[in-house]
């Protein structure tokens, strides 16, 4: 049985079943050569940012279906992403290690690299948009590590090491404390920016 399906010809889709040009639903718009990821809006709805598997991003107005900027090609795979829709901001890490930010509705890239020094693996802004927090894995003689990163100048402000890959990042409501997961089931909670461990060293095990 032949199978049904569309593939890519130019800015064309076309039907594996009729070789006739397939065309997407009202309302759809070609976004990307490969797989799209919606990553998020503006402050204000009127821009959204895509991500995709060819590795580049594209900034978009959304009343007209219009592409704003890009395809901005990524200097490596894209990994993970974090959005500050408040502030506009998308933050996106890089398989090279690196992370980079671009302003949603310009597309303007605004912050980077920061270094993590091996792949990330887990991406989040704090929610008062002051902090940036990255987690990677451990390769070769790169440790898996947590970095604090001031999100708007990219300075570094606290970094500490991981018993194993970072699993998942999260903020205090009052952008205070992070908790950090790894995949040996291990969690602990630090403040910021000073990068204290507030978790008894106990507590920092497998759960």
Same mark, same amino acid.
């Given at each position: ?12 889709? %076309? +039907?594996?079943?009729?070789? !006739? ?16 990821? %919606? /990553?998020?809006?503006? &402050? ?5 940012? $895509? ?17 704003? *900027?890009?395809?901005?090609? @990524?200097?490596?795979?894209? @990994? ?7 502030? &506009? ?8 290690? $690196?992370?980079?930010?671009?302003? %949603? $509705?310009?597309?303007?890239?605004? /912050?980077?690299?920061?270094? /993590?020094?091996? +792949?990330? @693996?887990?991406? !989040? ?15 070769? &003689? $790169?440790?898996?590590?947590?970095? *604090?990163?001031?999100?708007? +100048? ?9 018993? #194993?890959?970072?699993? +998942?990042?999260?903020?205090? #409501?009052?952008?205070? !404390?992070? @908790? #950090?997961?790894?995949? !040996? ?21 497998? *759960?």
């Amino acid at each position: 049985m032949e199978s049904v399906g569309t593939r890519a010809s130019g800015s064309r889709l %076309i +039907s594996a079943l009729t070789s !006739r040009p397939f065309s997407p639903p009202i309302g759809l718009t070609y976004a990307h050569a490969g797989s799209t990821i %919606i /990553l998020g809006f503006s &402050n204000d709805g009127s821009r959204v940012v $895509t991500a995709s598997d060819d590795d580049t991003l594209s900034f978009w107005d959304v009343s007209g279906g219009k592409r704003v *900027v890009g395809p901005v090609r @990524l200097e490596s795979q894209r @990994l993970f992403f974090a959005v500050d829709s408040e502030r &506009n901001r998308v933050a996106v890490s890089l398989v090279d290690g $690196t992370v980079h930010l671009w302003e %949603i $509705t310009t597309g303007r890239h605004i /912050l980077g690299p920061l270094h /993590l020094g091996s +792949s990330p @693996l887990a991406l !989040r802004f704090s929610p008062d948009g002051r902090w940036l927090a990255g987690g990677s894995q451990t390769e070769g &003689n $790169t440790v898996a590590a947590v970095k *604090v990163w001031d999100a708007s +100048s990219g300075e570094l402000r606290a970094s500490w090491p991981m018993r #194993a890959w970072v699993s +998942s990042l999260d903020f205090s #409501a009052d952008s205070s !404390r992070l @908790l #950090a997961t790894d995949f !040996r089931r291990y969690w602990g909670v630090w403040a910021i920016p000073s990068g204290q461990l507030l978790t008894p060293s106990s507590q920092f095990s497998e *759960v």
